[in-house]
């Protein structure tokens, strides 16, 4: 505790430092953790990951509410999978978790592969859909594509506000499809749009990319958790 103490108060701007229990079978001792940490990350620090993740209140309704409908999505029984997406940072961070979930989130745990697919294809899809129908429509229109009934979209924006998400998520909700949306910036114009989301409240694109993965592994081991049971 003293040396994550010194940290704290060595850095002005810090980001997430994990030690706890990410694969727990409570998600109150993940909860605790973060309480612990919360309070030697008020030593000076004006804006940091931790204290953002503080405005996170109800860790179990919030955790057990985004982890079921990914968990369901991906059931054996469900046949379904997810489309991910994001631009620029977020898209590094959408095929991070894509990664994790078709090959491994720890080597600890042995399973399947789970079909979590990026939107951002290859580059010859984003070049031809960017040059003939537009940049707005990389995302959708490949989704379009592939999307079947209980698949599940997940997106990254860190503004909230990028056209191609926007239209992304428009398409989901004409298509009767799930959306889980992971946001910055009060969740700009994206806010509303997902059936669930998850709005990091700052306009430090560093600071909300941080939220998001952390977050992001966080739900997936407990999707992953639910799975193997």
């Not at 489309?83 to 720890?106: K, V």
């Not at 997940?154 to 428009?170: M, Q």
């Not at 989301?197 to 966080?218: K, Y």
């Amino acid at each position: 505790m003293d040396n994550r103490k010194k940290l704290f108060k060595s850095n002005k701007e810090v980001g997430v430092y994990l030690q706890m229990p990410l694969y727990s079978n409570k998600v109150e001792d993940v909860a605790e953790n973060w309480m612990n940490l919360l309070q030697l990350s008020k030593c000076g620090i004006q804006e940091n990951s931790i204290l953002l993740l503080n405005n996170l209140q109800d860790w179990n309704t919030f955790f057990n509410a985004r982890h079921s409908i990914p968990a369901n999505a991906l059931k054996k029984t469900h046949n379904n999978k997810i489309l991910i997406c994001g631009n620029g940072g977020s898209a590094a961070d959408a095929q991070h978790l894509a990664a994790e979930f078709l090959i491994q989130l720890t080597s600890k745990v042995k399973r399947k592969s789970y079909p979590v697919i990026p939107l951002a294809l290859d580059s010859s899809t984003l070049t031809a859909c960017g040059n003939d129908l537009g940049f707005d429509s990389i995302f959708s229109r490949p989704f379009e594509g592939i999307v079947q009934k209980g698949d599940l979209l997940i997106v990254l924006s860190t503004s909230g506000n990028s056209k191609n998400i926007l239209k992304v998520l428009n398409t989901a909700r004409k298509l009767n499809i799930k959306s889980l949306s992971f946001l910055g910036n009060n969740g700009g114009k994206s806010k509303g749009k997902a059936n669930l989301e998850i709005i990091v409240p700052s306009t430090n694109t560093a600071r909300i990319q941080e939220c998001h993965i952390f977050l992001g592994h966080l739900i997936f081991s407990l999707v992953e958790k639910k799975l193997i049971k």
